[in-house]
C-alpha cells in the first residue's frame, strides 16, 4: 500500500523512445511499469490537502489548490493558461518573483502530433516533459522566445492556422497517423509575427515517442473520484497523463492533491502472463490484433482483492 496526495505522474523517455511513468503519491515515486497487465487499485481517502499550503479543502480549486490559493497564487491566473495576456509588465502580476522564476524565462513553441496536428508553448527546459504530459507521439520546437509572453502571442498568430487544442478523446482511442513535422514547420514558418523576437529551432529534429498501450478501448468511460472513490481495473496502459483501465480511463493530473491510497502489486503473489505474448493477442474482422480479455481472463489469478 502507498498513501499520499497525487500529483502528475512523473515522466521519462527512456533510451528506446517509450515514456516511462512514475505515480507521485506525497513523496513516494512509484514505477508505474511493474503495474502493466495487472489489477490497479487506487482509492480517495476523501481528503484533498492544498497542493502550496498543505491545509485541507473541502474541494480542489486550479487542479489541486484550496480557495484562498487558486484565488491569490501566480500559478493559477488566469494568464497561465492564456499566455498571450501576461500582465507582468503592467505591475499586476500576483507574484512578481514566480513571474521571474517561471514567465520571465525562455520558452518553446513547438508543433506536436498528439490526436492530431497542434501548436503549444512550454518552458524551453522542459519540452519533452510536456510532450509526454500531453501524449504526443511526435514533436518538433519551432522557436525559442525570451518570455512566456512572447510565446503566447506567436501560439496565437499559429493557432489561425492549426490547433491548439488535443482531443483527449481521439488520444485514448488509438495512435495518432504520422504527421511530417518537419515540412509541417516549414509551412508555418511564414506565419511568426514579425514584431516578436525568436530564435527559429531549425536545427532541431522531430522527438519520436512510443506509450505502452497493449490495447486502446472502443468507448471510453473516465473514472470519477468525485463520483466513485474506488478506481480498479487491469491496467491497459498509460498516455498522457491518462491511466487506462480495462474499467475505463482516469486523468491523474485532473486529481492533483487528492489523497489516494494504491496497492502495491507486490502484494499479488501469483505469477503474470506476458500481455504481449501472442497467446492473448486474437484478430478482428478487419484482421487487425486486439487483446482478448477472454483468454486472459481463462488464466486462474488471486490477487488481494479477490479473484477474477
Ligand atoms: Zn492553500
Known sequence: MTLGTLSKMKVKLNEAGEAEYFMRLSSAEVPMAKYFGQTLRLEFT?????????????????????????????????CIVRPETCHYYAGTCREPKWGEENCMISHTV???????????????????????????????????????????????????????KTNWRALLKGDAEPIDLLSKREEL???????????????????????????????????????????EGILLGIKGQYLILDTGVINIRKFTSYEVEMNDCDEVSVAL????????????????YYFDMGKLAKLPRVG?????
Open 189 to 231: 514558418i511564414q506565419f511568426l509575427p514579425e514584431d516578436i523576437e525568436y530564435q527559429l529551432d531549425t536545427e532541431s529534429q522531430v522527438t519520436e515517442i512510443k506509450y505502452n498501450v497493449a490495447n486502446y478501448p472502443k468507448k471510453i468511460v473516465s473514472h470519477n473520484f468525485d463520483k466513485d472513490p474506488v478506481v
Open 110 to 164: 513547438y508543433l506536436a502530433n498528439s490526436s492530431d496536428l497542434k501548436v503549444g508553448i512550454t518552458r524551453s527546459h522542459q519540452t519533452t516533459t510536456r510532450w509526454i504530459d500531453q501524449g504526443a507521439s511526435q514533436a518538433i520546437p519551432i522557436c525559442t522566445v525570451n518570455r512566456r509572453l512572447d510565446a503566447g502571442l506567436v501560439e496565437t498568430a499559429l493557432k489561425a492556422h492549426i490547433s491548439d
Open 304 to 308: 488481494p482483492y479477490g479473484t477474477w
Open 46 to 78: 476523501g481528503n484533498i490537502y492544498c497542493a502550496h499550503c498543505g491545509e485541507p479543502t473541502n474541494k480542489s480549486f486550479s487542479q489541486g489548490y484550496c480557495f484562498r490559493h487558486a484565488k491569490s497564487l501566480a500559478a493559477c491566473d488566469l
Open 273 to 288: 502472463p506476458d500481455l504481449k505474448s501472442d497467446s492473448f493477442l486474437s484478430r478482428d474482422e478487419s484482421q487487425n
